[in-house]
């Protein structure tokens, strides 16, 4: 079975700190793919991310950057230099190439960024 | 283009009264799904639809039922409504396909059980 833990279930910072969110998932398949997505206070799922099991390099865009390390079954989330914007829920989710486009959540962390 | 439509936005019921949630897309997406959120539990996966007439369970599908008529609608029905079913409910699309394919989220639907 696989499973996706987000260890963090709230993180506050003051706008302009970077924040880091943690995401350690479990699967037995080789072939999988991984995603974030962002949840703002209006509601919306946004989609930010996807990787699939195979490229491990790491992603970088705008302020956002992720780190991929399959020897750890991590994908971290790296917000620099925060704003007020960034305050959200972050979902991390994995899916299996074999499932089909069924995602399994992790339970998100909330970040709050004060000005 | 709408995208991933889903009515009503807000919903309020009394145990054990039905209600649909209905569930529609503009972008002739095979697969479709809902998903439930609650706190600290993330998205869990209810019922989901690779095609018209194929539908199958999720992680959560007790309670629920499904159909896929046509390739654009997807209504998810709670025949007894229960306290245990408040949450807010997604619909998603994609293409058919490897996990790879990203999911569209409709806007939401928060559904009260009293």
């Known amino acids: 079975a696989q499973k996706v833990t987000q260890a963090q279930t709230e993180i506050s910072v003051v706008e302009k700190e970077d924040v880091t969110l943690d995401c350690v998932y479990e699967t037995r398949d080789t072939t999988y793919y991984l995603f974030w997505y962002k949840q703002p206070p209006s509601g919306e799922l946004v989609f930010l991310i996807r990787?699939?099991?195979?490229?491990?390099q790491n992603e970088i865009s705008g302020r956002y950057s992720w780190n991929f390390q399959k020897s750890t079954s991590s994908f971290n989330f790296t917000i620099t230099a925060s704003q007020v914007v960034d305050s959200a829920v972050y979902f991390c989710?994995?899916?299996?190439?074999?499932?089909?486009?069924?995602?399994?959540f992790g339970g998100g962390t909330r970040v709050l960024v004060k000005p | 283009n709408a995208g991933v439509t889903q009515t009503p936005k807000f919903q309020v019921l009394k145990t054990g009264q039905s209600m649909t949630l209905q569930c529609a897309q503009d972008?002739?997406?095979?697969?479709m799904s809902w998903y439930r959120q609650d706190p600290g539990m993330g998205l869990r996966l209810i019922h989901y639809?690779?095609?018209?007439?194929?539908?199958d369970q999720g992680e959560v599908p007790n309670g629920y039922n499904v159909s896929r008529s046509t390739t654009e609608d997807f209504p998810l029905r709670l025949l007894s409504a229960a306290p245990s079913q408040t949450s807010v409910y997604f619909c998603a699309s994609s293409y058919r396909g490897s996990g790879a394919n990203v999911l569209t989220f409709g806007a939401g639907s928060r559904l009260t059980v009293l």
């Open positions: 639809s690779v095609g018209a007439g194929i539908t």
């Open positions: 990787r699939n099991s195979f490229d491990e």
């Open positions: 972008m002739n997406h095979e697969y």
């Open positions: 989710a994995l899916s299996m190439e074999a499932a089909g486009n069924k995602l399994t």
